[in-house]
């Protein structure tokens, strides 16, 4: 589990393919502290990989699979945003995060508001019922509250806090490229609970509460 909150960048500096699978090698650009560990999990941009072999205080290598490069910008992106896995005795900064992406996004638009940058992005339809007004999605492994989520508009806005753009790889993003995007972990297991009476499309899980569902 993470929570979103990263703790460096780094750039994925090679890529195996080997059948639909590859095998990518991670640096930070900062050593890590404490150092890596094998097996220990890390988001990479909001992807959960596992380390398989340790390079020196700053890169590592990690397996990932068909379906995650389907599902994630790690086949296409050099930039990462990186964040070592949770431990209990943490601070939850921003919310839970499992690292399993849901979907790809695509930045819609991008506009400066006072200091913040309100980015709006895509949402699929599948995903409309579980992204809610103040709820949390992470894109690219960041912890960010919702702003906008109109039932019906396929999309969803979020600012980015001065922060935020310092820190992580989203504000160097422009219009048309993609994202990896996580909705929230009990907006996906509320939503499973009540696929067995499927609700009206476009209702928020904060409206499906209300309506008994």
């Known amino acids: 589990m993470f929570t979103g909150i990263v703790s460096g960048q780094g750039r994925i500096v090679s890529r195996l393919r080997r059948g639909p699978e590859a095998e990518l090698t991670v640096e930070s650009l900062s050593p890590w502290d404490p150092p890596l560990s094998l097996g220990e999990s890390i988001a990479v941009s909001g992807v959960c990989l596992t380390v398989s ?19 994630s910008t790690l086949g296409q992106d050099d930039r990462v945003n990186l964040e070592r896995a949770l431990r209990l005795s943490d601070r939850l900064g ?3 995060v499992t690292g399993h992406v849901d979907a790809l996004t695509t930045l819609r638009e991008r506009a400066r508001v006072g200091q913040s940058l309100r980015c709006v992005f895509s949402l699929p339809a599948d995903l409309e019922p579980l992204v809610a007004p103040k709820g949390s999605v992470a894109i690219d492994g960041v912890s960010l509250t919702v702003n906008a989520a109109v039932p019906g508009s396929g999309t969803f806005s979020v600012n980015l806090i001065p922060q935020t753009s310092l820190v992580t790889t989203i504000s160097s993003k422009m219009p048309g490229e993609r994202l990896n995007l996580e ?20 209702l928020s899980i904060a409206e499906l509460i209300a309506q008994g569902f």
Not at 53 to 71: K, M, N, P, V, Y
Not at 183 to 202: E, F, K, M, N, Q
């Open 183 to 202: 909705v929230d972990i009990l907006a996906r297991y509320v939503g499973r609970l009540l696929g067995t009476s499927p609700p009206r499309p476009g």
């Open 94 to 96: 921003g919310h839970l």
């Open 53 to 71: 072999d340790i390079q020196g205080g700053r890169a590592f290598r990690a397996h990932a699979s068909g379906e995650t490069l389907s599902l």
